[in-house]
């Protein structure tokens, strides 16, 4: 199923606010079922990415590049964790009496949202994953923002701009003569990007035995509904 250019760009800033909504209304105190969305959406991701990316960008391309790239997409995601602290696979490890706007959280999540929206268009078993990865997150966000003593005009800032950053990377992505040309270099970095943080969601460590088999059968189902679209 093709979606129309539109719906494109308007699902992922949805996904986002969705998660936002979610938090403001239900006000959730127990976090394991999003734990395991999270970790349902690691395993649909990384699934995508060997089914749908990256034969895409081995089939007509240089391998020793492509590989580098790739390589540089798992780097860059490490860095911007460095200024996260892993918000993008679940984890908030910011000091919740603090006050001040999180500007290095803000601008790294804005670029991992920027990037991955680079292999959207044109690729909907990719939005699909972008969509329930982004949902979880967001949550995750909100829960962090809303409880935190920042003014909420500033939590409504954050989570605006963040839910356009995956719509402007695809926009960017398939708007630029540039891309037509060397778009597989940045899925490539995409890809690096998608392969960091799937697996890191995935090979965290879990509190309890029963959650582990819990986890073990949602990254079964998220695997398999992958190989099925």
Request: proline share 4%.
């Amino acid at each position: 199923m093709d979606f129309p250019y539109l719906i494109v760009f308007l699902i992922p800033i949805v996904a986002v606010w969705v998660g936002f909504f979610f938090v403001w209304v239900v006000k959730p105190k127990n976090t394991s079922n999003i734990k395991l969305l999270l970790a349902f959406s690691g395993a649909f991701l990384l699934a995508l990415t060997f089914f749908e990316l990256l034969p895409e960008v081995y089939e007509h391309h240089d391998p020793k590049t492509i590989a580098l790239l790739i390589l540089a997409g798992i780097l860059l995601q490490v860095f911007l964790e460095f200024f996260s602290k892993g918000a993008e696979h679940g984890h908030m490890h910011f000091d919740l009496e603090e006050k001040k706007f999180p500007f290095l959280l803000f601008l790294s999540l804005c670029i991992h949202a920027l990037v991955e929206g680079v292999p959207i268009h044109g690729n909907d078993p990719i939005l699909y994953g972008i969509i329930i990865h982004k949902i979880p997150v967001a949550i995750i966000l909100s829960i962090f923002l809303i409880n935190s003593k920042m003014k909420f005009r500033w939590a409504l800032f954050f989570m605006t701009v963040f839910s356009l950053m995956t719509p402007l990377g695809s926009y960017a992505a398939t708007n630029s003569e540039w891309v037509d040309d060397y778009g597989h270099l940045l899925t490539s970095l995409a890809i690096g990007v998608f392969l960091h943080i799937s697996t890191i969601i995935l090979f965290e460590s879990s509190q309890g035995h029963a959650f582990n088999l819990r986890k073990l059968l949602v990254i079964i189902l998220g695997i398999g509904i992958a190989y099925l679209i």
